[in-house]
């Protein structure tokens, strides 16, 4: 059975901005990577949006979802900052003992 760890990337923030409106305050290009623990510093609210997606990456092949190529682009709630979703494959995992990031 599959199970990818999954990166989550602020791909873009509307209005331009450099971070999003809401208290996490999200970056554009902040990286979070998801496997058995959930990422240290992700805003929740988006995280809860995201969840579904990263489920169906992290334990599939290809799902109904991966449309324009092999990642999942979706909007938190507010609308503010668009999450590009994509599975970490065996040649692109941290290398040297890295771990992803942990609560």
Sequence with gaps: ???YPVRIEAISINGGKGACKGRARTRLGEEHLLHIHTPAGICARALHT????????RFSEKTFFERKGPFIEIYCPDGDVLF??????EESKPKGGEKPDAV
């Design 50 to 57: 995201l969840y579904p997606y990263i489920m169906a990456l």
């Design 84 to 89: 590009r979703l994509s599975r970490v494959r």
């Design 1 to 3: 059975m599959a199970d």
